[in-house]
């Protein structure tokens, strides 16, 4: 089971990620009760996927437009960006969107390649659950959120910038 | 100059810790080559071709002598007693060793200093006009709002790892020597019919393999949406510039593929959302950063100074000093000194340390303390008194600091070349010297008068080859090294990019292939022309048949 942090604490993951290629049937057999879909099952069969009475969430690539979700914020109780590779920077802009655009207020993960090193500016731009990749020690990873004291920017997790509050 | 709060102290400090951390784990081998690579390089660490290279940022050109001692002293002490001026207004260092960079990183944080964003991709450190402040017929200084953007743009959670490097430069004076408009965004400072300060702002410009001017996607920004403007840029460049190809991945590649115009309502579609929210810039804001940047206590001095001019009549290498390195200055009775690091024989913009404590002296005797690096790779007292001029250029023969070529041939603007770099697919540094041997008769150079050669290893154009009157490209031919001519750049208000001569040359034709074009416009120049201005009237034609001529 891949590592889990979650509003700063270890959690236990209950989502199962349905990959990208999947069908709807393939995505319903799939026996868990917590189904992470991508973007695109998502908007082909979205009325199928609420009637199976399955918790349902959305998963996007780096290179899906965030903004495809703006009706749906409300019916998702999680959504997830990915990085495929951690250099790949998009997904930290399709975050911003999600809270700020969207006013997505729900589970925001991160999944793919996460690792320890990005976690503080993933934590900013709103993502507030993070899937590690395999190799990151999850315990070490905590401590990334400490990384720095404050920023000077107006971001997700802080609008005022540093010259509103110093 | 701006000095650091507790804020800004706190996160230069927690910058240092974290880089240490990550340094300790990649050596202990937590970290992979490639998980490492962006982290070292955000804090300016290449691995070049033989030992790291380490950039240090000097935000928007601006230092201090305490600075600049601090950084002749790490010279001394964890590389070979030597910098190098780059053509980002930063340092490097092309000696130090990867374990003790942390250490080197605290020693820097001392004097406020880093080597944050200085690499990667990025926002890179913001540059601007080294006249800045001082300048004659100045719109509005040009440093606070670099500050303002530094604050940004520095551990902006959203932008570390954009698609490529990216690169904003800011002009407030009516010569443009910030190279503004080739620039990823160029900010030129505005004032409108109401007085209000605002920026033209220029997206997609940039050298590198593919050159480019950058187009106006805003006439006029008032200054309180500075930010929030950038950030709509960003973002959209972001999301949507390439990822495929890093040679195509530059914000002017989807500038170019998608038009300016389509560019400029995508950034106003999302600038909509943030426009006048809390990044919205405050007066408050503005002020403080201002407050940084007053004028030192300026005496009350005549414009005129008789010593000094009869010092020039008898001293005809501080005449031609005060011609060339001297330029006006806002105030009466002060003057701009121009330090040309270009000596003969010695890498262009290469400083040992003792030049380093030397002028940092120099600074405090001569110029309230404060110095400034150029893009050009040379150096500036901003304020001295006319009547100290002559002690200055006395000063600066002590330590080989006062060659008076400044604009002329010789100050050839070259990157590190096939001798550090490894990027390079030539060597630079040696061309630069041989045709600074070629063209040492200094009363040769000023009857050439005006001229800028800019000199770059590879398609990277770190020396800006593409915007040079004259431009040399080393390219590589089958293993062996061969040099690309170009002419008619400029990177002033009126940004040229200049255009390929024909086939490459050999290393050791490159003088002779210069003399040649100098001759063609010294045979064809009509009174009061410089080398730039011939050019636009003759066209390429009279140069290639000169350079490419078959002997008879």
Known sequence: ?166 | MYTYDAYDKQMLEDRINQFRDQTRRFLAGKLTEEQFLPLRLQNGLYIQRLAPMLRVAVPYGCLSSTQLRKLASISRDYDKGYAHLSTRQNVQYNWPILEQVPELLAELAEVEMHAIQTSGNCIRNTTTDQFAGVAVGEIEDSRPWCEVIRQWSTFHPEFAYLPRKFKIAVCGTPNDQAATQVHDIGLYIKKNAEGQIGFQVLVGGGLGRTPVIGAEICDFLPWKHLLTYLDAIMRVYNRFGRRDNKYKARIKILVKAIGADAFREKVDTEWQHDKDGPGTLTKEEVNRCKAFFTDPAYEKLDDNDAEVASAAGKDLLFSHWIERNVTEHKTSGYRIANLCIKETGVAPGDLTDSQMDFVADLADKFSFGELRVTHEQNLVLTDVRLKDLYDLFQACKQESLATPYLGLLNDIVCCPGGDFCSLANAKSIPIAESIQRRFEDFQRQMDIGDITLNISGCMNACGHHHVGNIGILGVDKKGAEFYQVSLGGSADRQTAIGKVLGPSFAQDDMPDVIDKIIDVYLNNREDGENFLNTYNRIGIEPYKESVYAKAD
Not at chain 1, 70 to 93: E, H, T, Y
Not at chain 1, 114 to 124: N, P
Not at chain 1, 139 to 151: I, S
């Open chain 1, 1 to 166: 089971m891949p590592k889990l942090i979650k509003d700063g604490k270890l959690s236990k993951n209950l989502w199962h990620l349905v990959p990208k290629e999947a069908d709807l049937a393939e995505a319903v057999a799939i026996s868990s009760d917590h189904l992470l879909v991508h973007i695109s099952l998502w908007r082909e069969h979205k009325s199928e996927l609420f009637a199976f009475n399955k918790n349902i969430g959305v998963w996007m690539d780096s290179d899906d437009d965030a903004y495809e979700l703006a009706n749906d914020v409300n019916d998702l109780s999680l959504i997830a960006v990915n990085f495929p590779v951690f250099k790949d920077g998009r997904s930290f802009s399709n975050a911003a969107i999600l809270r700020l655009r969207l006013s997505f207020n729900r589970e925001l993960r991160a999944i793919g390649d996460v690792l320890r090193d990005q976690m503080f500016y993933m934590k900013k731009c709103g993502i507030n659950s993070f899937e590690l990749s395999d190799t990151v020690d999850a315990e070490e990873a905590l401590a990334a959120f400490t990384d720095f004291a404050d920023n000077y920017q107006s971001t997700v997790e802080d609008p005022a910038p540093l010259f509103r509050r110093r």
